[in-house]
């Protein structure tokens, strides 16, 4: 049977009520989209551009008097944080519409590129598309881009279960709008701890003014120019660890598609907040998703206690916590109990806060930033108000719990205790990591560096095939690596991997070597991997601050480490129940180490998902099983693109067969006709 879970042109509307994912879960065997990509200006209203101002909509009209926008007119307002800009939107929504399926179905999405100008492929993240790697959605590795005005329809199985994201995957465009919530529910309902009324979906994501493309030009050079071009640039923010966090100024973000950004004056914009209603004394889940271009999140919510039981999809065992971190590309579902007494206030902060905690280019001086992102939690029967809560004060009596610290400590004048991603038990205690040794011919281990000059991986910046990988390989497509060369110099080449298929994978990602600024959130497609250790370099237990780089990874002199290996042997990794994730932060100075089986035939990009890095060429690919890929076809008259360029001799066959007709219409225009 059939069940076609459509999904109508909507827009996004600023209004008091709750204001969650919206979603339909799609109950059949077969679940089908219709996504139309398209740009919209924010605050425009017909032919007026709206103004917020205490919660309400205004516009000019063409007499010059003010109007209140009409309740019956909200819908077709695009507010997010109430700041003039073009956005990318899927359905006229950002986020846009949620996919809610059970796992094993499969999802029908037909995309339509209305985009003016710019082409677009969607990224299915978390997906393993097993079966189906040319529906991955990996511009130029795993399809041609979607033209604008053309159309491609993805098909794939939902699998695995978990709290997942859609986003585009071409240039620079998911920050600039182009995301949505993709949820697989297992197929046994009571794996999962809330039911639908009790589970929240949230999607975070920082917002900038300017388009994307403009923001990675500024950041390339010369900088943001904050106060005027006789001013200094911005000063690159950095985190507790004294490493680089932010390369480009917060401007503000959103939380399921709303915020507020603050003016120079400190004011903020007059726009509501998204909001959650609850009901007390009751038990809720929420979906946390990452839609961020750079910034990592601190993600709490006043006066409750977070239980986090998943990340990426992956069941862990509950771990209580008074925040955690969430990067770019993780997800993360908590659960948290509202209290049972329900006071005329109870209403409270669910914030995000930016890691930022100094500046400098070369060194670090400690600043408050204050950089956040909020949004409501409301019990129902509450005032129908703003929250006047205050974020939890950790003491050395009562200090917090946080989980999945990029860094290795806080301050200890912050009262903190770092929970780390190696340290999460995995729910399912038979998911146990491929074996691995040393002297088999069937264990493969990597090193991959991936760290700022160059900005790649082994220093190779990764430069973008002209045709896709996985349908279109040929020596044309590709810019080579030079295995001897790039070891010690900088390579501009199309890096990939080749993995023998079912072979054990065990890959070290580094962040070591004199440009290990900052952390990488680094994300595989095609596959999840089991998080065995994460290794962090020496600190000063007082300040926080990084005093060294990880002593357990010695480099090749003169490589960058693009040549690296153990110092002292392997050291220990956590084999028993280790979590399972699909991105992992690799910390400055240290490394992570993550295994599995090379089980899934395909060309499979492994990336920073911070997209100014992506972009610019810290990614490389994983040839998979490539002797078996043919097993795989593509579909029948699947795209094709590439390089073009025309022969001399053919363009004056042609020329010459053009006078010819030309000289046979002026002789006899009547013989053509024959």
Known sequence: WYVVAWQLL??????????????????????EYFFDVHEA??????????YPRNGTLFYIDFNGVEQRVPDSDLSSVLVLDGFERVAITINSMIPGPAIEVYEGAEVVVHVQNNLINDALTIHWHGMYQRGTPWMDGASTITQCPILPGNSFTYRFRASPAGTHAYHAHHGLERPDGAFGALIVHPRNTSAYPCDAAHTLTMIFSDWMHQ?????????????????????????????????????????????????????QDGSFSQVNLSRFDVQPGQQYCVRAIAAMMEKGFRVSIDNHTLSIFASDGAMLEPTSAESFMLHPGESYDFLFQTSSVLR????????????????GMHNFTPAVYNNSVEAILHYIGAREEEPTTTRTVCTADAPCTVIGCP????????HVRCVYVDELLNANASDVPAPFADNSTTSDEHFLNFVFSPLGVNNRKYQFSTSPLLTQLSPETVTPCDDTACAFNTCNCTHYLN???????QLVFANIGPHAYGMHPIHLHGHSFHVLRIGFPPHDPVTGLLTGQSPDITCTAN????????????????????????????????????????????WWHLHCHMSQHLYYGM??????????????????AFPRCGDFDVTASHVRETMARAELLASLLAENPAALDD
């Not at 200006?41 to 709206?50: D, P």
């Not at 106060?227 to 923010?237: A, Q, R, V």
């Not at 860094?407 to 912050?414: C, D, E, I, V, Y």
């Open 211 to 263: 388009n994307n493309v403009d923001v990675y030009i500024k950041r390339l050079g010369p900088g943001f120019f904050l106060n005027g071009p006789d001013h200094m640039p911005f000063s690159w923010s950095r985190s507790y660890d004294g490493k680089l966090v932010a390369e480009v100024p917060f401007t503000g973000g959103l939380i399921n598609g709303k915020g507020r950004f603050r003016y």
């Open 619 to 636: 990614g490389m690919v994983l040839n998979e099983g490539f002797p078996y890929q043919h097993f795989l076809p593509p579909p029948p």
């Open 41 to 50: 200006l924010v605050m425009g209203y017909g032919q007026f551009l709206a």
């Open 559 to 602: 490589t960058s480490c693009a040549l690296a290996r153990w110092s002292q042997g392997r050291p220990g990794q956590r084999t028993a129940r280790p979590l399972r994730k699909d991105t992992v932060v690799v910390p400055p100075g240290g490394y992570a180490i993550v295994r599995f089986v090379a089980d899934n035939p395909g």
């Open 10 to 31: 909507a827009t996004f509307a600023l209004v008091f009520l709750a204001t969650p994912v919206k979603s339909d879960l799609c109950k059949g065997e077969v679940c």
């Open 344 to 359: 005329p206030d109870s209403n409270f902060f669910i914030r995000a806060q930016t890691l930022e905690a100094g500046h």
């Open 407 to 414: 860094f290795p400590a806080f301050p200890a004048s912050h």
């Open 499 to 505: 993995l023998t298929l079912g072979h054990t994978i």
